[in-house]
């Protein structure tokens, strides 16, 4: 039975820039920091000079475990402003004064906010925050206009009292519910939403006794960040793993950890139904032995021998039953490389296969970086050594094309 996700999870690994301005909404900028860093967002906060006689600096560096900035040339940090523009995935001005959406508006640099504005190249998000004539007033919402014609998204304003004890519009909106916008913002950019992936990772243990056990040098760093990249493209993901020493860290992912090639198989004969994507990148041991001995084997100094039988091929039962699924198998070889990972694309019925050399430096087990080949029936892509996050990146966009046909 597959559960659909409950639990908001969009925010996870996104590097968010939260710039502050000098309003008294500003010290909810302090919870709305809190909320996306528990979310799982990366934070840098910019502040205007303004903004810090309401919200302590030392306050958002704490919370968001990383140095703020406020002034262009502090630290002779003065070029951090492109830094930080080309590092976030979104920028969110919260609160923004009218005075800000001013300067904002008419490509003042002045600060580091508004220097990080101008540089960053991610979309911008503003919660603006104002007495309500000031919210009203004809220069406000001239330049409100031209920041949304230049395609920062501003968040509606609350109405109730105001600082300045009339009643009106010109609240901040809460820090939930601009948490809330940001999600259904990258929630939108899903790429895989209606996607149930099954994917395998790591190795599998085969028992000899209680204590011993044949297996493999698979980490699972492979597998694991494939299911990652799917996940944070909203992606449904089922995880079936062997024994891993790696943490998984997108709260999404839905982990079914097993120990032998019987329980992958079982488990994946569970989720394979219901999925319409496949990856097959675990390292299933090919043989387990035939009779488990119940108690320690004595060392006895003769030879022993151990009867091994063939375990199932999970991918290969998968294929045979895909109706209509995507099937990415994985192939790890020594030698003859093309020829044989092109028989197991064709015999395990994968409609890619993801090859990876221990002829290659830094590809395959165990390591940060992997060196793989795409192959299908008819075409071949080579890939450079890269991270394994960056080659599930690859893998991941290059099936996306061809699903999303
Ligand atoms: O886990 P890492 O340390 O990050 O290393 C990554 C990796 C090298 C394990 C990974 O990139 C990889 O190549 N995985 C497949 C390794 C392998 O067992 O290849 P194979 O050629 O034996 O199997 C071919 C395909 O059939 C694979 O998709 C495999 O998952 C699948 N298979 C194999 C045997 C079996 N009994 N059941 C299977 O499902």
Not at 3 to 24: F, V
Request: aromatic letters at 6%; glycine letters at 6%; hydrophobic letters at 40%.
């Amino acid at each position: 039975m597959i559960n659909s996700n409950s639990t908001r999870t969009a925010l996870y690994g996104k590097k968010i820039l939260l710039g502050i301005c000098g309003s008294i909404a500003a010290y909810k900028s302090a919870y709305l920091c809190r909320l996306l860093v528990k979310a799982g967002a990366e934070v840098r906060v910019t502040m205007t000079r303004d903004s810090a006689n309401f919200i302590g600096p030392v306050t958002l560096s704490t919370l968001s475990k990383n140095p703020v900035h406020i002034d262009l040339s502090e630290d002779n940090q003065w070029s951090d402003h492109v830094e930080w523009g080309l590092w976030a995935d979104l920028m969110v001005i919260a609160p923004v004064t009218a005075h800000t959406v001013a300067k904002l508006a008419n490509g003042y640099t002045d600060n580091m906010l508004t220097a990080t504005y101008l540089s960053a190249r991610c979309p911008v998000m503003a919660a603006p925050a104002m007495d309500l004539d000031m919210w009203n007033h004809p220069g406000t919402r001239r330049n409100i206009g031209t920041l949304k014609s230049d395609g920062v998204q501003i968040l509606d304003v609350a109405e109730g009292e105001l600082a300045s004890g009339l009643h009106g519009p010109g609240r901040m909106l809460e820090p939930e519910d601009i948490v809330n916008k940001i999600e259904s913002f990258f929630e939108k950019k899903w790429s895989l939403k209606k996607q149930i992936a099954l994917v395998t990772a790591g190795p599998t243990v085969e028992p000899i006794d209680p204590v011993r056990y044949i297996s493999n040098h698979s980490s699972g760093k492979m597998g694991v960040a494939i299911a990652e990249v799917l996940a944070s493209r909203g992606a449904e993901v089922h995880l079936v793993h062997g024994p891993l020493t790696i943490d998984i860290g997108h709260p999404s992912i839905h982990c079914h950890p097993v120990q032998t090639a019987g329980e992958m198989l079982e488990k994946c004969l569970e989720i394979h139904p219901n999925c319409t994507l496949a990856i097959f990148a675990a390292a299933v041991s090919d043989y387990s032995v035939s009779i488990v001995s119940k108690e320690k084997i004595k060392k006895e100094g003769k030879p022993v021998q151990l009867n091994l039988t063939a375990n199932p091929d999970v991918a290969a039962t998968c294929g045979k039953r895909k109706n209509g699924k995507y099937h990415v198998g994985f192939a790890l070889e020594t030698q003859n490389e093309i020829k044989n990972a092109r028989k197991k694309l064709t015999d395990k019925h994968f409609d890619l296969i993801v090859l990876n050399s221990l002829q290659d430096e830094g590809a395959g087990f165990n390591k940060d970086t992997n060196k793989v080949t795409f192959i299908e029936q008819n075409k071949m892509v080579e890939l450079e050594l890269k991270t394994k996050v960056e080659v599930a990146e690859d893998l991941v966009q290059y099936i996306e094309q061809k699903i999303n046909r």
